[in-house]
T-cell receptor, first 110, second 113 residues
Framework: EDQVTQSPEALRLQEGESSSLNCSYT??????LFWYRQDPGKGPEFLFT???AGEEKEKERLKATLTKKESFLHITAPKPEDSATYLC???????????FGGGTRLMVKP | KAGVTQTPRYLIKTRGQQVTLSCSPI?????VSWYQQTPGQGLQFLFE???????NKGNFPGRFSGRQFSNSRSEMNVSTLELGDSALYLC????????????FGSGTQLSVL
């Protein structure tokens, strides 16, 4: 059974304090590892897809990396508007469905 | 281009009733997936429809069902509602069945009393 685990569950940072979020996965025939951002009362917003170990993708203050067992979302010099829940999800080779982790709730204080 | 539209935004029902939720995908998208989100279980896959056919189904009881119309719009139905069905129901669309990039709607918040 596919499993995706995220840590920490919650993270409080000061504005400008860089950190990383972790996503450990066991996904059969991984076709892609996804990162989404979710704001309260809204659906998840797509950030990145990573397909193979060693791959990296960047968007503004966010950088996602992938190994054979984990993915990291690095946040450099975060701002209060980066506060949100960050979700990672694995896409297996059995069909068009994602297995989500529980998310990391990020709070960035000014 | 309009995003994924879900209606209604909020819904309150009582135990034993049934409910139908609606989803209009992004124009041109043919695959629609449904997910349930709760504080305890997180996001869980319900089912996916492509070309009016259910392609995948998650681990939910038969009370949860869905369908897709020829214009790719989708509905999901929950019969004999239970308190534990209270959740945010999210619809996501993608271009094709094998396209992993999902675009989510804002969801329907269902409360069962």
């Amino acid at each position: 059974e596919d499993q995706v685990t995220q840590s920490p569950e919650a993270l409080r940072l000061q504005e400008g304090e860089s950190s990383s979020l972790n996503c450990s996965y066991t996904v059969s025939g991984l076709r892609g590892l996804f990162w989404y951002r979710q704001d309260p009362g809204k659906g998840p917003e797509f950030l990145f897809t990573l397909y193979s170990a060693g791959e990296e993708k960047e968007k503004e203050r966010l950088k996602a990396t992938l190994t054979k067992k984990e993915s990291f979302l690095h946040i450099t010099a975060p701002k209060p508007e980066d506060s949100a829940t960050y979700l990672c999800a694995g896409h297996n080779n059995a069909g068009n469905m994602l297995t989500f982790g529980g998310g990391t709730r990020l709070m960035v204080k000014p | 281009k309009a995003g994924v539209t879900q209606t209604p935004r909020y819904l309150i029902k009582t135990r034993g009733q049934q409910v139908t939720l609606s989803c209009s995908p992004i124009s041109g998208h043919r695959s629609v997936s449904w997910y349930q989100q709760t504080p305890g279980q997180g996001l869980q896959f319900l089912f996916e429809y492509f070309s009016e056919t259910q392609r995948n189904k998650g681990n939910f009881p038969g009370r949860f069902s869905g369908r897709q119309f020829s214009n790719s719009r989708s509905e999901m139905n929950v019969s004999t509602l239970e308190l534990g069905d209270s959740a945010l129901y999210l619809c996501a669309s993608s271009l094709q069945h094998s396209n992993e990039k999902l675009f989510f709607g804002s969801g329907t918040q269902l409360s069962v009393l």
